[in-house]
T-cell receptor, first 109, second 112 residues
Framework: GEDVEQSLFLSVREGDSSVINCTYTDSSSTYLYWYKQEPGAGLQLLTYIFSNMDMKQDQRLTVLLNKKDKHLSLRIADTQTGDSAIYFCAERYTGKLIFGQGTTLQVKP | NAGVTQTPKFQVLKTGQSMTLQCAQD?????MSWYRQDPGMGLRLIHYSVGAGITDQGEVPNGYNVSRSTTEDFPLRLLSAAPSQTSVYFCASSPGIGQPQHFGDGTRLSIL
């Protein structure tokens, strides 16, 4: 079946950039998404990218898509303590969303 | 803006009990879905619905039933709870299948 893989943990210092990586298996994915989950809350859509794009920038967030390698990344510039959360990537597969395991981002002051 | 509302927020059940997790959305979204979240496994799709009267199975449907009699509501039923169903359950909705989903805050369910 389709699979989305993420590393489980990332620790950065406040003010540094964070890069969260994701790989997926379905080459026909049309949209890829990044969600953020804060403790005790549901998932909040951060951004998404269409498969015919290589990059999308939205304020401090930059999404890079390498379709050849089926690799998606989320860069957070000037990471703040409020960015501490679990980040999920997801691919659209046959209309449904397939989620990765989530990457826990720890931001140290 | 209520968005997606899930009730209850917490529940403890005994093995073999039944219960219904409620989900309601006020955005007139056609697509609704239920996920369970377990440590290290991300979110797994249980059931989904593309519109009132239509439901289908996701990745892990066993032990769960759903119905969609209205656009707004999509309840999830556990017929005979098992400890393996201890999890956090999220309901989500979107205007259409594959479009960005709006999530509820989750129901934390423990089966003893």
């Amino acid at each position: 079946g389709e699979d989305v893989e993420q590393s489980l943990f990332l620790s950065v210092r406040e003010g540094d950039s964070s890069v969260i990586n994701c790989t997926y298996t379905d080459s026909s994915s049309t949209y890829l998404y990044w969600y953020k989950q804060e403790p005790g809350a549901g998932l909040q859509l951060l951004t998404y990218i269409f498969s015919n794009m290589d990059m999308k920038q939205d304020q401090r967030l930059t999404v890079l898509l390498n379709k050849k390698d089926k690799h998606l990344s989320l860069r957070i510039a000037d990471t703040q303590t409020g960015d501490s959360a679990i980040y999920f990537c997801a691919e659209r597969y046959t209309g449904k969303l397939i989620f990765g395991q989530g990457t826990t981002l720890q931001v140290k002051p | 803006n209520a968005g997606v509302t899930q009730t209850p927020k917490f529940q403890v059940l005994k093995t073999g009990q039944s219960m219904t997790l409620q989900c309601a959305q006020d955005m007139n979204h056609e697509y609704m879905s239920w996920y369970r979240q377990d440590p290290g496994m991300g979110l797994r799709l249980i059931h989904y619905s593309v519109g009132a009267g239509i439901t289908d199975q996701g990745e892990v449907p066993n032990g769960y039933n759903v119905s969609r009699s209205t656009t707004e509501d999509f309840p999830l039923r556990l017929l005979s709870a098992a400890p393996s169903q201890t999890s956090v359950y999220f309901c989500a909705s979107s205007p259409g299948i594959g479009q960005p989903q709006h999530f509820g805050d989750g129901t934390r369910l423990s089966i003893l």
